[in-house]
């Protein structure tokens, strides 16, 4: 099988067109056609089911995808091996975790690793649904609970707590809530969807219905943590956040301050076979120094979050 041709097989794949396969590799539409159409008669199966909406794998062609996404994957590993230098760290890293850790906390922060790493290229990946790096879609992950793939190296970085908030304006004008009971009289915002890039992104509502019984909801619902992290700042309503999305916005008070709250565990993940690289460990020893940096700034946030854990449990 052409290599050239199996490449662009594998773009069509995952784009799902022609066309959309042509603008990532650069190609016209009709030669990517053409490209396909050649290793489906020297290969004598079909790969494709033509639609009019686009492009499905045949059962054969699903099979050559898996076999030729597991080359890339084991070629991108080889060479990032290659590339990196026996006596420092160099080559790409590319990183994954929530749009909510990464847009509030770690993006602010990673100036500082590539000044002190300049041999090292980042990309970083901003998703709330979970990257395999098992099938090298990034080299490591920043999980917000632990890991369940057994074959993942995991490092438990700290636990973060999840205060409830509301802005200044909103608790002017509509008082301030002091308990699960009161939060009937205020509008509560929450996360939409079905995959939350937390286990406990609504559990203001969930622990409300177990011990009052109430009929609490979520006036508002959005499936960005960030954006509820806005909604609440410009007056909306009240919900909860955790730290290291709040304090990226300074106009959010902290309220109820006597309830127990539950803690996002965060984790820093990656494959087996990247145990001994020199890129992975640089990041890993970044990332805990820049964590130790900011439970001091803001009061051991870590050291409150272990407290309140047990509280957490216990809910």
């Keep these: 099988m052409d290599w050239d041709?199996?490449?662009i097989f594998h773009a069509v794949a995952e784009a799902g067109s022609f066309t959309h396969a042509g603008e990532r590799l650069n190609l016209s539409q009709s030669a990517v056609s053409r490209q396909i159409s050649a290793l489906e008669e020297s290969l004598r199966v079909p790969l494709?089911?033509?639609h009019a909406r686009g492009l499905i794998l045949t059962e054969q062609g699903e099979t050559l995808n898996r076999t030729v996404r597991e080359m890339f994957a084991k070629l991108s590993l080889t060479q990032a091996f290659?590339?990196?230098?026996?006596?420092?760290?160099a080559g790409q890293i590319k990183i994954t975790t929530t749009t909510g850790f990464?847009?509030?906390?770690l993006t602010p922060r990673l100036n500082?690793?590539?000044e002190a790493h300049p041999e090292i290229d980042v990309t970083l990946l901003l998703e709330d649904d979970e990257l395999d790096l098992g099938m090298r879609e990034a080299d490591v992950a920043i999980r917000m609970h632990p890991p369940k793939q057994p074959d993942l190296i995991q490092r438990h970085l700290t636990n973060f707590p999840m205060p409830i908030y509301a802005s200044r304006s909103y608790l002017d004008k509509h008082g301030v809530p002091t308990d699960l009971a009161s939060l009937e009289r205020h509008q509560l915002i929450g996360f939409s969807g079905w995959h939350p890039p937390l286990p406990n992104a609504n559990w203001l509502i969930e622990l409300s219905h177990k011990k009052c019984h109430s009929l609490l909801h979520n006036r508002v619902e959005i499936n960005s943590l960030p954006a509820i992290a806005h909604?609440?700042?410009s007056g909306m309503g009240v919900g909860s956040l955790p730290v290291y999305i709040a304090n990226y916005y300074p106009g959010l008070v902290q309220i109820m301050?006597?309830?127990?709250?539950?803690?996002?565990?965060a984790y820093f993940v990656y494959p087996e076979e990247l145990r001994t690289s020199k890129r992975i460990a640089v990041f890993r020893d970044f990332l805990l120094a820049e964590i130790a940096s900011y439970q001091g700034q803001h009061g051991s946030s870590a050291a409150y979050a272990e407290t309140v854990a047990g509280q957490a449990r216990e809910m």
Excluded: M, N, T, Y
């Design 231 to 233: 909604a609440i700042s």
């Design 257 to 265: 301050h006597d309830q127990s709250l539950p803690v996002v565990e």
């Design 82 to 89: 290659l590339s990196e230098s026996k006596l420092k760290a």
């Design 112 to 114: 500082r690793f590539i």
């Design 48 to 50: 494709f089911h033509r």
């Design 5 to 7: 041709k199996l490449r």
């Design 102 to 105: 990464g847009l509030c906390w």
